[in-house]
């Protein structure tokens, strides 16, 4: 799906920008990178696809070493009773309780990568 392909791009511009010599011209910039962060992780949140985002915010923080603030958490994207939910019909009250565990859980480790490997600290 298109989450998949934001997944696998954003990722490969990691990559890309880790291993090209500081000179190119072709390396993304402090404020490009960090948009697109945004994007996937807000992509990934409203497609309930927790392992991804912890996967991007693992990659940009750990991996490659970019600071990440939490402020990539504080969106309407992340209301989770109003996108968590959206286009499930007939979930059960059990199913909602589960996938929100499932978001707290993902949130939680995403913000344990970005206290733990704060690149200012």
Partial sequence: GEWEAA????????????TNPPHLAMRTT???RTEAFH???RVCAKMRQYDAMSQVVHAMVVAYGHEVYPT??????FD?????????NG???K????LLDSFAAAI??????VEYFDPLS
């Avoid at 990722?11 to 920008?17: E, I, M, T």
């Avoid at 199913?95 to 589960?98: A, C, G, I, K």
Wanted: proline fraction near 2%; aromatic fraction near 14%; charged fraction near 20%.
């Fill in 91 to 93: 979930v059960t009250d």
């Fill in 39 to 41: 994007d996937v992780v």
């Fill in 30 to 32: 402090k404020v490009v």
């Fill in 7 to 18: 997944v696998d791009l954003f990722l490969g511009s990691l990559r890309a920008d880790a």
């Fill in 108 to 113: 939680v480790s995403c913000l344990q990568y």
């Fill in 80 to 88: 989770p009773v109003r996108y968590s939910f959206h286009g499930l």
């Fill in 95 to 98: 199913n909602r309780s589960d």
């Fill in 72 to 77: 990539v958490f504080k969106s309407m994207w």
